[in-house]
């Protein structure tokens, strides 16, 4: 039996043929199929329908007219001031951020964390025009504060001022800013969440923040975050990222912030903050609360005397010191504000700060000895 090398023989053929012994066997060697003619598919890419192409049209022109409208409102604001330096003594420094134009008297909103410690201001126009700046007031709290600049009244246009009460997740926005000294860039995104709480820089808990993907980076500060009509809903004022630039998580200061601080500034030049006088600890965090007192509030530990808690009669805890540690008895237990649950010192001032103004009266909810009680506050001014 003759096999021809290179060509596979099936198995059981092979065994066929050994088990004749000296018998002629001849294997039909099945022949191979030639190849498949390639096949050809040609792609022809289905047009966009007339309609979609005029939504696409639509809403590319909606953003292009918000930014023809409101850019001449954005301005690029320039802080210098000296710092000390062990080895080269005074050395200048200097910042930017972002504002836009609050009226034609002048007056422009920016971010209080952009002319921090500034000694002088510079605000540049859209128009290219440069002007000194004086500043009017700050509330280091809101992170809001307000310039002044001699400019004609004809350079100045002023944003229009929205509400951010009806945003929505999802929402479309617009940032214009100076980001990196870029003057006058667009970026768009959407409303990612709304009252998000964010730390500011001195440790102040600043709530009802509205949280965008918009790319927001370092010289955003101070500029607006608009809806798409143009209308202003909140003022960029930080990001959070771990590079220190944009990584989709950028933040606003809500136009009801705006609307509720700045007239203070511009009248008081600073914002007069709701007080009730009293020092907390917190339930459950700082403090183990007891078997029969509830588990989440906020244990009155000092009371300034004549303050709106002393004379409304609020009652502190008394402290005595075990070994190292410090052990409260008595004392009254916030747990509530006009009805809003309350389980952190943030969330009370945070509830303070939007929603009362000097004057007003708050009703606490407070465990006494048990015991659930309502007492009233009349809101004063914090000590500056």
Not at 104 to 125: F, R, S
Not at 209 to 214: L, R, S
Not at 219 to 230: K, Y
Not at 236 to 249: D, E, H, L, M
């Amino acid at each position: 039996m003759k096999l021809a090398l290179g060509r596979p023989i099936p198995a059981v053929l092979v065994f066929a043929c050994l088990a004749i012994g000296g018998m002629a066997c001849n294997v039909s060697m099945p022949s191979t199929p030639p190849p498949p003619p390639p096949i050809v598919v040609i792609a022809t890419p289905t047009p966009l329908p007339p309609q979609t192409i005029q939504e696409i049209d639509v809403a590319e022109q909606r953003i292009i007219n918000v930014y023809e409208r409101v850019s001449p409102s954005v301005v690029h604001i320039t802080s210098r001031s000296e710092v000390f330096d062990f080895w080269r003594g005074a050395v200048p420094r200097e910042g930017s951020g972002s504002g836009f134009v609050l009226n034609k008297d002048g007056n422009i909103v920016t971010n209080y964390h952009v002319i921090e410690d500034a000694q002088e201001i510079e605000v540049l126009l859209a128009d290219g025009s440069a002007y000194s700046a004086d500043l009017i007031g700050a509330d280091p709290y809101n992170d809001l504060a307000v310039v002044h600049i001699n400019a004609p009244s004809d350079l100045l246009v002023a944003v229009e001022i929205g509400s951010a009460a009806g945003l929505r997740v999802g929402q479309r926005v617009i940032a214009i800013g100076n980001p990196f000294g870029l003057d006058w860039t667009l970026t768009t995104g959407v409303v990612s969440a709304l009252g998000r709480t964010i730390e500011t820089e001195n440790g102040q808990a600043l709530g009802e923040v509205i949280q965008t993907d918009a790319a927001i980076n370092p010289g955003n500060s101070g500029g607006p975050l608009l809806d798409t009509t143009g209308r202003l809903v909140g003022v960029n004022t930080a990001i959070r990222s771990p590079s220190g630039g944009s990584v989709g998580i950028g933040f606003a200061i809500p136009a009801e912030t705006v609307q509720r601080v700045v007239p203070e500034l511009i009248t008081r030049g600073y914002y007069p903050h709701p007080w009730i006088g009293i020092s907390t600890y917190e339930l459950s965090y700082e403090l183990k609360p007891s078997e029969s007192g509830p588990e989440h509030g906020l244990l009155v530990v000092e009371i300034t005397p004549g303050g709106p808690a002393d004379q409304a009669g609020l009652q502190a805890a008394e402290s005595q010191r075990e070994g190292r540690r410090v052990v409260f008895s008595g004392g009254d237990i916030v747990i509530a504000a006009d009805d809003k649950v309350i389980k952190t010192r943030d969330q009370l001032t945070i509830f303070l700060e939007n929603n009362k103004r000097i004057g007003d009266t708050v009703v606490l909810s407070i465990i006494r000895d048990d015991e659930t009680l309502s007492i009233p506050l009349e809101i004063r001014e914090r000590p500056r």
